[in-house]
């Protein structure tokens, strides 16, 4: 069945330490990649997409992600963190070949300590 | 710039009452879609639509109905609430759902007593 692991359900880090947030998907297809974050209290939003390319995408607030098509993942990293970046963070796949359909992870939840 | 707008924010309903989850959005995109939000679950697809008059099931769609009379709107209906059904709903919309990411709503708690 078509899914996407997200193996960190919660993480708890300091200030300016590094972050990597792994997924990995099931679809032999091809797909589109996202990540969403949601903040506490708000809707999920858009925090970087790779479509085709360059496999090394950015993002906003210095996230990126890198796609490694032969392992199936995309991992979320961030060189330092900052407390605002405290929220549950999304990985979402979308199947372009055949039906389209977007597949949630079950997210990671980032706690960012002062 | 509204975006897409959900309605209410938070609910509770009573076991079997039906209520209607209010969603629209004024970016004038074809493909709307409801998901609920379950702990350790992630994101499921309930119902979507490509455009007006057209409507699809997801993966969890009993117990909700749809319609999408209007480009701009598309409510979901809870028949017989449910306290199975308690959770965050999301509605997201977009231009081209596959060149283009999700918008979404700032949801609506529902809890069913």
């Known amino acids: 069945a078509q899914s996407v692991s997200q193996h960190n359900h919660h993480v708890i880090l300091s200030e300016a330490a590094s972050l990597e947030l792994g997924c990995n998907y099931s679809?032999?297809?091809?797909?589109?990649l996202f990540w969403y974050v949601q903040y506490p209290g708000q809707h999920l939003q858009l925090l970087l997409k790779?479509?085709?390319?360059?496999?090394l995408v950015k993002g906003i607030k210095g996230f990126e992600a890198e796609f490694i098509k032969s392992k199936f993942s995309f991992n979320l990293r961030k060189p330092s963190v900052q407390w605002s970046d405290t929220a549950e963070y999304f990985c979402?796949?979308?199947?372009?070949?055949?039906?389209?359909?977007?597949?949630f992870g079950t997210g990671t939840r980032l706690k960012v300590l002062a | 710039n509204a975006g897409v707008t959900q309605t209410p924010k938070f609910q509770v309903l009573k076991t079997g009452q039906s209520m209607t989850l209010q969603c629209a959005q004024d970016?004038?995109?074809?493909?709307m879609s409801w998901y609920r939000q379950d702990p350790g679950m992630g994101l499921r697809l309930i119902h979507y639509?490509?455009?007006?008059?057209?409507?699809d099931q997801g993966e969890v769609p009993n117990g909700y109905n749809v319609s999408r009379s209007t480009t701009e709107d598309f409510p979901l209906r809870l028949l017989s609430a449910a306290p199975s059904q308690t959770s965050v709903y999301f509605c997201a919309s977009t231009s081209d759902r596959v060149n283009s990411p999700l918008h979404f709503g700032n949801g609506t708690r529902l809890t069913v007593t």
């Open positions: 639509s490509v455009g007006a008059g057209i409507t």
């Open positions: 790779y479509f085709s390319g360059d496999p």
């Open positions: 970016m004038n995109h074809e493909y």
């Open positions: 979402a796949v979308l199947t372009t070949s055949g039906t389209y359909k977007y597949i």
């Open positions: 679809y032999g297809g091809t797909v589109n």
